[in-house]
Structure formats: structure tokens, C-alpha cells
């Protein structure tokens, strides 16, 4: 708990105090202007009650005119410089938070809730724009204008008045801290992890209805969804007896403190030691001495959401990433990417495991020299994706060195590492946008004929140009609109456009249909040509024409050879031939083009 204010907020205001400041003064001179109409107001009363006509007090109505002038302009400074501020303050949030979240990596996010990071990142940063934009400035004008009455009415209206009302003040704030600090607090935390478990739960829905569907668990789903609901709305009923207890108090105080100076000025005033005028003052002024700091109960409560939201952002901010990025590491040595890198691979003696307890590679070492073809393959889970994982260093090996063009690639910027690198992946993902941004994450740079170029050799252009709008049609969440061999056309478009001298091929045929295997099968021979490729698959007809292939089975690599060497040596590599020539025959499959598959390498 970070007491009253949390100073941390205070690394994002850069651009934005200046801002801060004139909502300060703004609400200040709305404050000082309301104080000089009230007075002036308080005169007219006792001109009347002295005899005068209002004719007579032509300049104290003009002077009142001018009052409230000043305090609607104040009004409308204030306003627009909360906006200012919060505005200022939430984009240096979300620019810090985006590129943390990017360090921290896929390590990071494959074990969180993409939906409850949603909400931290869209609905947790706007839930800071009261606690910005109002309740920090109110903060300071509800300490100093208290000050500034007191000091007032001791010199030119009452002593006694002003002790009596001022007596009363700090009891509004420290209620407040009595009260967050309760246990009330952590049930407020509570309400924001039930909101962000319900965000998350309601987007994981939204994404997977058609499986929902399909199950016919529409019905299950929604009265889980109505439990987390219930949960949200029980945990804001409990935290709201925070803000019960502080609104009693800040009621009930002003009235006592208001009315408690009332009935001694009165009792002073039939005792003939306070006069008419400054009775009439007392009422009149009495009341301001509180009305920041109720205010000031207003906007804490509003910014109890964003102050909750704030510790969520922090325990994101404060989270070490396990990859770092040796530019970051070493700001001050001067570290430069090659000038030439030979697009060369090394695995040597790299293990791996998952959490540091689950197993995944087991001291392996091989080499994809330049411009050569290797293939990984094996069964399932044999951690041939990991080796994936490890070049683009989202994971560190826990043993062993990864080299590219003989660089250990934990010594080499990131950025430049994962720029040498081209992937096309098993499940190529396609933002929400057109066609033609989802090209240009390949080059962002790229003229209308390079994106057609790269299209038309990915054999994509001409399905492009039969949807609604061609380049500029929106693919929808994940590229829904699109067949699973467009998307993956797509994806080897992607590639040709980013132009890496390593292209890395993550079983890119496993989830299309024999026709478009083919068809996408050209496309990638295409971008291989002159290339480093490595290939990961689980298809064999994909990696037969490899330099050589390494066999993994259980996170090591078992065999190796080209495609016929491994037949000849009748291993798991043989087998695994033999089990897919299996599956296609039973799926009436030509036999004897299996044959031909497992002896291509004799001829």
C-alpha cells in the first residue's frame, strides 16, 4: 500500500506536470474567485440590512459578474488540463508497458492470460485518468486551501471562526488513510483481479464460440461466465465499505465543524463581541473550508480503480525478463552487430528444459553450415519446435551454446539476431487487418510491387484478388477468412518480403490438404533457393531432397544422414517412412508412390 499517493506514478509525468500544474492553479483561482463572489455576495446583505438601494451597489454586482467570469474559465482550464495530463501519463504507461511485455518475451506470456493482460493494458491504463487528471491536484488544493482560508479569516474575518472550522479539516483526510489502510483495501484488489479473471474469461469465450458450438457447451460456458460475475459484483460490494466509512465521516465532519462555528459566532454575537458583518461572513465563507477536501473523498474514491489497476501495472513492470538483450546489458561498451554474418547455425552440447525441470533437449550438437538444407525430424514432442525457440532466444539453454555465423547469439542484439531469421510456421498468424499490413510485417517499407512480387512467387496473388477488396480486405481474428493453405501462402509471402539470408520452416505443410501441399511446397522451394534452411517437420515427403536430416527422439538426436542413407540403415527414420506410406494407403493413398518416396534417393 502506497499510502495516500503512489509516488510511482510519479516516473510517468514526464510532459504531463505542466499540466498537473495548471489544473492545480485553475482549480485555485476557481477557488479564490468563489471566495471573492461569496464575500462580495456577503456585502450586498449587509448593505441591504444597513439601508443601501442595489443602485448604490452597482460596482459590487459587476465586481460579482467578473467572479464568475473568472471561475467559468478556470472551470474550462481545468477540465481541459486533467484531459491533458491523464492523456500525457496513460501514453508513457502503455509505450514503458508495450516494450517491457516485448522483453519479457514469449517465456513470459506463454504462462499468462492474454485476456487479463488485455485488461491491465486497455481498462487498467484508463482507470488512471481520474486519479491523474483530478485526485492528485485536488491532493494539493485540498492542503493548501484550508491554509490560505484559516489565514484569512484569522486576519480580516474571526480567530475563534477560523480555529473552529479549521479544527475539523485534517479529520476528512485522515479518515481516508485510516480506511485504506484496512483490510477493505485488499478486497478492492480483489475486485480487480475478479475483473481482469472476468475479461479474460469472456474474450477466451468470444474467441472460442464456434468450439463452444460445436460441443454444444454455449450453455456451461455462459453460467461459468454468470460465476465470475457474481464473484466481481461481491468483491465490489465488499471493498464499497471503504468508501461507506470515509463517506460518513467526510458528511458528517463538515456539518459539525460548520455548525459548531455557527452557534458560537451566534452566542458571540449576542454577547456583542462579534458584529453583524462578520457573522455574515462566517456564514457565507464557513462552508469553503471543506469543499476540497470533500471533494477530495469524491476522487479518491474514483481513483480507488486506478490505483488498484496501478499495482497491477507495476507487479508487471517490476518483473525481471530471463532474456536480455546485450545492448541493454552493456548501454555503455558500444556493442555493434557484425558487419557480415556468415548465415551459419551451431547447436553445441544445448540442453534445455522447460521451467529448468522439464527435459526438452538433451546435449545436442549439430551444424547447418550456409546455404545448406538440414532437416529436423521425429516424432511428437521431441523438442524439435524448441530448437526454434532457443535461435530466436526466446529461451535460454540451461547448458550449451547456440552459434550464428559463429557468434554465441546470447553476445548478439537481439533485434539483429531475429532480423537474420525468417519463419515460416506450422500456424501462420494473421493479425485483425487487411491483407496488405499483413504483408508489410515482412518489409515494412515494401512498394505495391514488391507485395505483389512477393504474392504472386507465394502463389497467393490470385486468391488475394478474388476476395471483396484484394490487398486492402480485412482477414478477420487470426485470418478466419482464410483457408489454411492461404493463410500459409500468406506467411511465405511474409518471408520472401523480409528477405533473411536463414529461413527457418516449422513443419509449414502439416496442417493443408494434399493439393495445396503441393502448390505450397513450390512456394518454398522458391524461398529456399540460396538460403540457409532448416527445416522442422513431421511430414517426411517435405524434407527428402535435405543436405542432410537429424532423426531426435526424446530431446536427442539419434540419426543422421541423407534421406537414403537413413532408409538404408532401416532406424527410426525408416520407420516413421514407413508408418506415413501406412497412413495414406489407408487413406487411399497410391502405394507404390510410397515405394517411390522411400527408394528416391537410390536413383
Not at 443601501?52 to 473568472?70: Q, W
Not at 547447436?347 to 547447418?368: C, H, M, N, Q, T
Not at 515482412?442 to 512480387?453: Q, S
Request: glycine share 8%; charged share 20%.
Amino acid at each position: 500500500m502506497q499510502g495516500i499517493v503512489d509516488k510511482r506514478i510519479f516516473r510517468f509525468s514526464v510532459g504531463a506536470r505542466k499540466w498537473i500544474a495548471v489544473t492545480f492553479f485553475s482549480g485555485l483561482m476557481g477557488s479564490l474567485a468563489n471566495i471573492v463572489l461569496l464575500l462580495l455576495a456577503g456585502r450586498v446583505i449587509v448593505g441591504i440590512y444597513a439601508g443601501r438601494t442595489l443602485v448604490s451597489m452597482t460596482e459590487i454586482f459587476l465586481g460579482m459578474f467578473i467572479c464568475l467570469g473568472l471561475r467559468a474559465m478556470a472551470e474550462w482550464s481545468r477540465d481541459v488540463s486533467a484531459q491533458r495530463s491523464a492523456g500525457v501519463v496513460k501514453a508513457n504507461i502503455r509505450k514503458v508497458l508495450y516494450a517491457h511485455l516485448l522483453r519479457l518475451g514469449p517465456a513470459f506470456m506463454e504462462h499468462r492470460n492474454s485476456g487479463a493482460l488485455a485488461a491491465t493494458m486497455v481498462d487498467g491504463i484508463e482507470a488512471l485518468e481520474p486519479y491523474v487528471s483530478l485526485y492528485l491536484p485536488y491532493i494539493a488544493l485540498s492542503l493548501i486551501m484550508p491554509v490560505l482560508l484559516f489565514l484569512g479569516f484569522a486576519f480580516y474575518v474571526d480567530l475563534v471562526s477560523a480555529a473552529i472550522l479549521f479544527a475539523f479539516v485534517p479529520l476528512v483526510p485522515l479518515s481516508i488513510v485510516f480506511f485504506t489502510n484496512l483490510d477493505e483495501w485488499r478486497a478492492g484488489r480483489q475486485a480487480w483481479d475478479a475483473y481482469r479473471e472476468l475479461s479474460s474469461y469472456f474474450a477466451d469465450s468470444l474467441q472460442g464460440i464456434v468450439t463452444l458450438k460445436l460441443f454444444h457447451q454455449v450453455d456451461a460456458r455462459g453460467r461459468m461466465l454468470h460465476k465470475r460475475s457474481a464473484n466481481l459484483e461481491a468483491a465490489l460490494v465488499k471493498s464499497l465499505k471503504l468508501y461507506f466509512g470515509v463517506s460518513f465521516i467526510s458528511e458528517v465532519v463538515p456539518v459539525l465543524g460548520y455548525s459548531v462555528t455557527l452557534i458560537v459566532a451566534s452566542f458571540r454575537l449576542s454577547e456583542k463581541s462579534l458584529s453583524l458583518d462578520r457573522l455574515v461572513m462566517v456564514l457565507f465563507l464557513g462552508s469553503l473550508f471543506y469543499e476540497h477536501v470533500s471533494h477530495l473523498l469524491l476522487y479518491h474514491h474514483y481513483s480507488l480503480l486506478g490505483r488498484r489497476s496501478a499495482q497491477a501495472i507495476f507487479s508487471l513492470l517490476d518483473r525481471k525478463p530471463e532474456i536480455k538483450d546485450p545492448t541493454e546489458q552493456n548501454a555503455t561498451s558500444n556493442l555493434r552487430a557484425p558487419a557480415v554474418l556468415n548465415p551459419s547455425i551451431k547447436f553445441e552440447a544445448v540442453s534445455f528444459a522447460y521451467g529448468g525441470d522439464r527435459p526438452v533437449l538433451k546435449d545436442i550438437s549439430f551444424e547447418v553450415s550456409a546455404g545448406s538444407t538440414v532437416a529436423l525430424v521425429g516424432a511428437t514432442g521431441a523438442g524439435k519446435s524448441t530448437v526454434i525457440d532457443l535461435l530466436y532466444r526466446f529461451h535460454d539453454p540451461q547448458r550449451g551454446r547456440v552459434l550464428l555465423g559463429g557468434y554465441d547469439i546470447r553476445t548478439l542484439p537481439l533485434d539483429f539476431l531475429r532480423s537474420q531469421m525468417a519463419l515460416v510456421a506450422q500456424e501462420a498468424y494473421l493479425f485483425y487487418d487487411t491483407v496488405e499490413r499483413n504483408l508489410r510485417l515482412g518489409k515494412p517499407d515494401a512498394r505495391p510491387e514488391e507485395l505483389i512480387d512477393a504474392a504472386r512467387s507465394a502463389s497467393a496473388h490470385e486468391f488475394i484478388m478474388n476476395l471483396p477488396e484484394g490487398y486492402e480486405t480485412i482477414l478477420g481474428e487470426r485470418g478466419v477468412r482464410l483457408s489454411g493453405g492461404e493463410r500459409q501462402r500468406i506467411a511465405i509471402a511474409r518471408a520472401l518480403l523480409k528477405d533473411a539470408p536463414i529461413l527457418l520452416l516449422d513443419e509449414p505443410t502439416s496442417s493443408v490438404d494434399a493439393e495445396n501441399e503441393a502448390s505450397i511446397q513450390k512456394a518454398l522451394d522458391l524461398l529456399k533457393s540460396n538460403r540457409t534452411v532448416l527445416i522442422i517437420a513431421h511430414r517426411l515427403s517435405t524434407v527428402r531432397n535435405a543436405d542432410r536430416i537429424l532423426v531426435m527422439d526424446h530431446g536427442q538426436i539419434v540419426e543422421f544422414g541423407t534421406h537414403s542413407e537413413l532408409i538404408g540403415k532401416q532406424g527410426i527414420y525408416s520407420r516413421l517412412v514407413a508408418a506415413q506410406c501406412l497412413d495414406r494407403s489407408s487413406d487411399g493413398g497410391n502405394r507404390n508412390s510410397c515405394k517411390d518416396f522411400e527408394h528416391e534417393g537410390d536413383r
